[in-house]
């Protein structure tokens, strides 16, 4: 079946740091990708999508790229504010999602 | 507007009880997920509907678990016989369409058992 793999953390970074999250799938089909991201006190709310290989995702200074050669889908950012700091989970599907654990990001002032 | 609700946000019940925990989604979205998440662990799905029928109920983890959504709006995921097992954050998700690609997901209940 589908399946997702996170990196393992927690992350933490200082202010303006660069940022990479890994996240690998194995997929049967096309799935959508996503980025999901949980603020402190907060629902998931979606982050970034991409729907076929090669598309870029993008939102809020996050980018995302669908690479189905790597079957990867990194998170990155070029310079992380502390109000990024929550946990990012990696997602794929087309109708019901498969999610990885997550990871937990801080990022330090 | 407003975004998908859940009640109870938190239920705390006894082993071997009954619960209904209850979704109410974006007003128009005809499709409506299920997810239960356990402590340091991504969302996994249980139900889905699109309308009033379960398009996919392959998540539920066995005969326990049971989910309805009669008029095709409002959902209600019902538990037998709860197991300590069962406790976890369960959420509710709701999209315009089946397929359509992004979920709006409510605050989720927090359901522990004794």
């Known amino acids: 079946g589908d399946s997702v793999t996170q990196m393992e953390g927690p992350v933490t970074l200082s202010e303006e740091a660069f940022l990479t999250i890994n996240c690998t799938y194995t997929?049967?089909?096309?799935?959508?990708l996503f980025w999901y991201v949980q603020y402190p006190g907060e629902g998931l709310q979606l982050l970034l999508k991409a729907t076929k290989a090669d598309d870029k995702g993008s939102n809020k200074g996050f980018e995302a790229t669908y690479r189905k050669e790597t079957t990867s889908f990194h998170l990155e950012k070029g310079s992380v504010q502390v109000s990024d700091s929550a946990v990012y989970f990696c997602?794929?599907?087309?109708?019901?999602?498969?999610f990885g654990k997550g990871i937990t990001l801080s990022v330090r002032p | 507007g407003a975004g998908v609700s859940q009640t109870p946000s938190n239920k705390v019940t006894e082993k071997g009880k009954y619960v209904e925990l209850r979704c109410d989604p974006i007003s128009g979205h005809t499709a409506l997920y299920w997810y239960r998440q356990s402590l340091g662990q991504g969302p996994e799905f249980l139900i889905y509907?699109?309308?009033?029928?379960?398009?996919?109920d392959s998540g539920l983890p066995n005969d326990r678990f049971f989910a309805v959504r009669p008029e095709g709006s409002v959902s209600t995921l019902k538990i037998q016989r709860t197991e300590r097992g069962d406790s976890a954050v369960y959420l509710c998700?709701?999209?315009?369409?089946?397929?359509?690609?992004?979920?709006?997901f409510g605050p989720g209940t927090r359901l522990t058992v004794l």
């Open positions: 997602a794929l599907g087309n109708s019901k999602l498969t």
């Open positions: 509907f699109q309308g009033t029928g379960a398009a996919d």
């Open positions: 998700a709701s999209s315009r369409e089946q397929g359509y690609n992004e979920q709006f």
């Open positions: 997929a049967t089909g096309y799935p959508s």
